[in-house]
C-alpha cells in the first residue's frame, strides 16, 4: 500500500495515539523520524503525550532516518519492515534501540 508519509505523520499518527491514549501514554521513549527523499521530512513523536509534531528539537530517545519507499515498507508491516529494513542498512537508528519495537507497535496502533 502507498502511503503518504506527510500526511500520515502531520495529520493520521497524531490522531490514531489520540485515540489509543491509554496505550500510547505507556511508552515513555521519545522518537525522532526522518524521512529522506520527495515526501519526506522530520517529525517528532511524544506517545505519552499523544504528539506527533514536525521538526527536531532534540532529546529523543531514539532516532531512525530512511528512505520514504524504506518507511512504505514499515507502514505495511511495521515490525518486519523496520527489522529487515536495519539489518539491510536502509533504517539507521540510533540511541534505544530496544525502542524500535514500541515504535513498530505504536505505529500498528495507530492505523488501527
Same mark, same amino acid.
Given at each position: 500500500?502507498?502511503?503518504? #508519509?506527510?500526511?500520515?505523520?502531520?495529520?493520521?499518527f @497524531?490522531?490514531?495515539? *489520540?485515540?489509543? $491514549?491509554?496505550?500510547?501514554? &505507556? %511508552?515513555?521513549?521519545?522518537?525522532?523520524?526522518?524521512?529522506?527523499?520527495?515526501?519526506?521530512?522530520?517529525?517528532?513523536?511524544d506517545?505519552?503525550?499523544?504528539? #506527533?509534531?514536525?521538526g527536531?528539537?532534540?532529546?529523543? @530517545?531514539?532516532?531512525? *532516518?530512511?528512505? $520514504?519507499?524504506?518507511f512504505? &515498507? %514499515?507502514?505495511?508491516?511495521?515490525?518486519?519492515?523496520?527489522?529487515?529494513?536495519f539489518?539491510?542498512?536502509?533504517?539507521?537508528?540510533?540511541?534505544?534501540t530496544?525502542?524500535?519495537?514500541?515504535?513498530?507497535?505504536?505505529?500498528?496502533?495507530?492505523?488501527?
Open positions: 500500500m502507498a502511503v503518504d #508519509v506527510q500526511k500520515w505523520f502531520d495529520e493520521d @497524531g490522531a490514531g495515539l *489520540v485515540r489509543h $491514549a491509554d496505550e500510547a501514554r &505507556k %511508552v515513555e521513549t521519545k522518537f525522532q523520524v526522518s524521512i529522506t527523499g520527495e515526501g519526506g521530512g522530520e517529525w517528532w513523536i506517545p505519552s503525550a499523544g504528539k #506527533v509534531e514536525r527536531n528539537p532534540g532529546g529523543a @530517545g531514539l532516532t531512525m *532516518v530512511m528512505d $520514504a519507499s524504506t512504505a &515498507k %514499515v507502514y505495511d508491516a511495521p515490525k518486519s519492515g523496520l527489522t529487515q529494513g539489518f539491510a542498512g536502509h533504517v539507521k537508528m540510533t540511541g534505544n530496544a525502542a524500535a519495537e514500541k515504535f513498530a507497535d505504536l505505529l500498528q496502533l495507530a492505523k488501527q
